[in-house]
């Protein structure tokens, strides 16, 4: 699916997304990708592979990059970061500003880095996973 509008809430119908979403999407090409972390394999010294799997569930996880953000929408971000606590809450994701329902994330570090690259201009760098 395109990214038509990044949108940040406290419920799947996007609840509070104008305290958390920036005015602007993060930059083109945000990378997505899948996973089966729920699928463990383990190698016999004979060479035979034997996996079990605890859940086969897809996770996605997406990084976002906002780039020349102002101050303004740099604290949403932060200020989500901080509803979140880190990886402590979860929170909802949607690409189409919540026009159908958003799905359930969390950040994947509990590090927040911004940088500002000119006089309150900033860049910051997320990463969220989907909450199974």
Partial sequence: MAITSVKFGTSAGGANSSTYSPSQNPQIGTDLSKSYDGVVSK?????????????????????????????????????????????????????????TNGFEVRFVSNEFPVSETAYNVYRVEIEIEEQL
């Fill in 43 to 99: 190698k016999t010294l004979g060479g035979t592979t034997f996996s079990v799997a605890n859940y086969t569930t897809a996770r996605k996880s997406r990084k976002l990059v906002y780039e020349n953000l102002s101050e303004a929408n740099k604290n949403k971000l932060v200020a989500l970061f901080d509803y979140a606590k880190g990886q402590l809450n979860s929170f909802f994701y949607s690409e189409d500003g919540f026009s």
